[in-house]
Nanobody
């Protein structure tokens, strides 16, 4: 069992940056695939980015490619989501999720493949 806690959300102007953190406790994080998802008001939860523990491969939704970067620090049991050039449409609650499964690339964005979820952190981008 692993517990996930997100932090780093807040209010930022369009064009600004935020770095979200997903801290894990309960188990060593190094062999978990970790994904970031977001949910805007009235919308379905959607995939943002993910990083696996094999070669640290990363995956991104088209909407955030080139602007967001996912990384991990296993020594700190933490995964980060660096968000640059933020847009009002990035406004959402951001969640991190984890699984020990070796997900193929096409499954990295599938919410049902993740076993553990954090409580979310709010990101608001003003225009």
């Amino acid at each position: 069992q692993v517990q996930l806690v997100e932090s780093g959300g807040g209010l930022v102007q369009a064009g600004g940056s935020l770095r979200l953190s997903c801290a894990a406790s309960g188990r060593t994080f190094s062999r978990y695939t970790v994904g970031w998802f977001r949910q805007a008001p009235g919308k379905e939860r959607e995939f943002v980015a993910a990083i696996n523990w094999i070669a640290y491969s990363t995956y991104y939704a088209d909407s955030v490619k080139g602007r967001f970067t996912v990384s991990r620090d296993n020594a700190k049991n933490t995964v980060y989501l660096q968000m640059n050039s933020l847009k009002p449409e990035d406004t959402a609650v951001y969640y991190c999720a984890a699984t020990t499964d070796r997900l193929p690339a096409q499954a990295m964005g599938v919410m049902q493949r993740y076993d553990y979820w954090g409580q979310g952190t709010q990101v608001t981008v003003s225009s």
